[in-house]
């Protein structure tokens, strides 16, 4: 018995207000809120049982917290955009209220993807008794879990980890991104960054690659380097790892148009005067391309997301592959969705089921991989997101 608000009602935002809708004995209330409510409302007329919606500002602090009285949730799950989560954390301090996310907070004018903003709420969330979990997506998110629940089942120590995220489907689009343009572009134009041995390792961004052979199918791809959020607090809490490395597919054609895009200044965060007017490009660019929700009728193929581990074992070498498998096609029949959004807002609900039913819960800012992963591996099982695993 629990009353949730779901802030942003985007790609993300509409699988997670469907997966709540399905599981009413945990989600008993459901609010969900954005800077527009016609795309709240939207999504509302999809779901199988009524839910309340509302028109909100999630960087008004005083805004949000009115709401929160209003509707007075038990927890609020955060899948607007990077730029909301320190003002919506403010607002679950103000009002006793739990809080999760999908993506670390970003400011608007540096792409920067560090826990350090967040991580400074630690005494604040501790002292009040409340919670605030960090990254409940697939990457980070179920990624986290699946090396806690290699470290708790299959090893005694992990030395290397690569994180390796194919979407090998597609949408006929010359250039789209499979979720917000804007921040996915800020992640992949970034430099590189993996960890080795105590440190950070600087790239060119885009500049290392391999291949790698998914499995069931879908065969060889190309992936790139790239830094992602979970590698920081997973270097962190993940005992005697060596090295941790995140990889993402790009096709040949999406590469090209980023090139062209970041040569010609399109892709920039900084603003520009434009006919006396201060605009960012990458926002300029971001209203011209295709919505990525648009993108859920026209995709086909499928996702593969898996964290490939090597260690030790009772003195043993053992590697172990956890993947999971998605098709778009599928997940925009159960949800109207693309798998990208799909694989983002099943882990979301979960994450926030795990808080509500006091699986997880402990007051702090804290991280997927410092929780018992067994009850969320099985909740993936059960909500659409299964997964396996290749020990070696
Ligand atoms: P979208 O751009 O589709 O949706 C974002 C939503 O947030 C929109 O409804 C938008 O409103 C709303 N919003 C933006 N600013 C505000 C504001 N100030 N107040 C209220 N609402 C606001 O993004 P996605 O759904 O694709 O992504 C959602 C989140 O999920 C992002 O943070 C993204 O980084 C994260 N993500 C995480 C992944 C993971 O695996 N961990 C993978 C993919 C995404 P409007 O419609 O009016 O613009």
Redesign the pocket.
Known sequence: MSRVLI????????VVAHKCAQVPEVFTEIML????KE?CDKIAAQLPRPIQTAK????NVAETVALINEFKPDLLLN??????DLHLMDACLETGVHYM???NYEPLDEAKFEYKWQWAYQDRFKEKGLMALM???????VTNVFCAHAAKHHFDEIHELDIIDCNAGDHGQAFATN??PE?NIREITQRGRYWERGEWVETDPLSWSMTYDFPEGIGPKKCFLLYHEELESLVLHLKGLKRARFWMTFSDQYLTHLKVLENIGMTRIDEIDYKGQKIAPIQFLKAVLP???SLGPLTKGRTCIGCLMKGVKDGKEKTVYVYNICDHEACYEEVGSQA??Y??GV?AMIGAMMMLTGTWMEAGVKHMEQFDPDPFMDALNRHGLPWKEVVS
């Open positions: 802030v942003g009602a985007g790609g993300v935002g509409q809120a954005s800077r527009t795309k909100l500002d999630a960087d899948v607007a955009l990077p730029y909301q996310d999908t993506a990254g409940s997506g697939f990457d980070p998110g979720f917000n921040i919505d990525p929700g990208v959004s694989t983002t882990p």
